[in-house]
C-alpha cells in the first residue's frame, strides 16, 4: 500500500509540520488543520524548515505531494482518506475533535491520533466507530526519527491495524506494534532513563556536561546500533543477572516528578523556551543549538539509514 491520495493533519503544533512534511513527501496531498490562522502561519513556516531538512537527508521523493493550510476543519477534511489528529494532550479536547473528525469523514477512514501516552482505549468511546480508531505516536522530530509506534485500543479492527502498519511502511518509517500500555513503549523507557539522570543531577554525583557526554558517547552511542535486548545478549544475560543483583536496588525509584524539575518550573527555568532549563543560553544560543541538533540528527539518520541493523 503507498501513502493515501489525500490525508490531514488535524493540529498545527508541534508535530503537525513535520507530520505534513514527511507525508508530502511521500506524494500525499496534505491538508493542515488549526482553529488559529496565527499557529498556521507559524506551522507554514516550520513545514518549510522541515521540508527542507528532509531534502538534505535525501532518500525517496514521490512526485504529487502538496501541503494547505486551513481554518475549515470541514474543506480539510473533504475527500479525506487518513486522519491524524495531533492537538494537545489533553483527552477531553482530543474526544471533542475526534467527535468532530468522525462526522466529517467516511466510514472506513482511519482516525489515527498521536497521542504521546492517552490509552487509545479511553478515547474510543467518544467515537460511533471505534473500530477505525489507532494510536500513531510519532518521535519529535517527526521528520528525521523514522520510527512510529503503532497501538491499536481495545475496539480497533485488525484490519485497521494491518493497513496503518502498510502505510507507516510505505512512506519508508518503522512501525512498532505495541500493545496498550500507559506512556507506550518508546516514553516508558525514555522516562526511565531520565529519572535515574534527573536523580543523579540532583545527588551532585555529576554535572549536566558531564552527564550528557556520558550517555551520548556510553549509552547513546551503543544503542544506535544495538537495540537493548541484542546488548543482554552481547554483553552476556548473565552478567546483566549479576550486576542486576546489586545494582537495581541502588536506581531510583520515585514515583513523583523530581524537586529539582518542580524547582525549575517554579522559577519559570523551561528549557529552550525560556532560555535557560538545565542549561542557560544566551542570545541566539537557542536557535545555534536547534539548528546543531538537526544537523545532527540529519547526519546520524543517513549513517544508521545505511548499515545493517543489529
Known amino acids: ?170 512512506f519508508g518509517y518503522h512501525p512498532v506494534l505495541e500493545k496498550e500500555i500507559a506512556g507506550f513503549v518508546e516514553n516508558r523507557v525514555l522516562y526511565a532513563i531520565l529519572r535515574e539522570c534527573v536523580a543523579l543531577l540532583d545527588e551532585g554525583i555529576v554535572t549536566p556536561e558531564a552527564l550528557d557526554t556520558c550517555v551520548k558517547w556510553g549509552i547513546g552511542y551503543k544503542l544506535s546500533v544495538i537495540g537493548p535486548t541484542r546488548l543482554l545478549d552481547m554483553a552476556g544475560v548473565d552478567i546483566y543477572a549479576a550486576v542486576s543483583g546489586y545494582l537495581n536496588k541502588q536506581l531510583d525509584a520515585s514515583t513523583d516528578t523530581p524537586q529539582v524539575i518542580k524547582d525549575k518550573i517554579a522559577a519559570g527555568e523551561l528549557g529552550f523556551k525560556s532560555s535557560k532549563g538545565m542549561y542557560e543560553y544566551g542570545p541566539g544560543e537557542v536557535d545555534a543549538k536547534r539548528k546543531d541538533i538537526t544537523a545532527g540528527l540529519v547526519a546520524a539518520l543517513k549513517t544508521l539509514s545505511s548499515i545493517t541493523p543489529v
Open 1 to 170: 500500500m503507498s501513502v493515501p491520495e489525500i490525508a490531514t493533519v488535524v493540529g498545527s503544533g508541534t508535530m503537525g509540520p513535520g507530520i505534513a512534511a514527511t507525508l508530502v513527501r511521500a506524494g500525499a496531498e496534505v491538508r493542515v488543520y488549526d482553529i488559529s490562522a496565527e499557529a498556521l502561519a507559524r506551522a507554514e513556516q516550520t513545514f518549510a524548515f522541515a521540508s527542507g531538512v528532509l531534502d538534505q537527508v535525501g532518500g525517496p521523493k514521490v512526485d504529487g505531494g502538496s501541503a494547505t493550510f486551513t481554518t475549515d476543519i470541514g474543506e480539510a477534511l473533504a475527500g479525506s482518506r487518513f486522519v491524524i489528529e495531533a492537538v494537545p494532550e489533553k483527552i477531553e479536547l482530543k474526544e471533542s475533535v475526534l467527535k468532530q473528525i468522525e462526522r466529517l469523514v467516511g466510514d472506513d477512514v482511519i482516525i489515527a491520533t498521536n497521542t504521546s501516552g492517552i490509552p487509545i482505549s479511553d478515547m474510543a468511546p467518544s467515537l460511533e466507530r471505534p473500530g477505525r480508531f489507532i494510536g500513531m505516536h510519532w518521535s519529535n522530530p517527526p521528520h528525521l526519527i523514522p520510527m512510529i509506534e503503532v497501538i491499536p485500543g481495545d475496539a480497533t479492527e485488525q484490519s485497521t491495524v494491518d493497513e496503518l502498519v502498510d502505510i507507516v511502511n510505505s
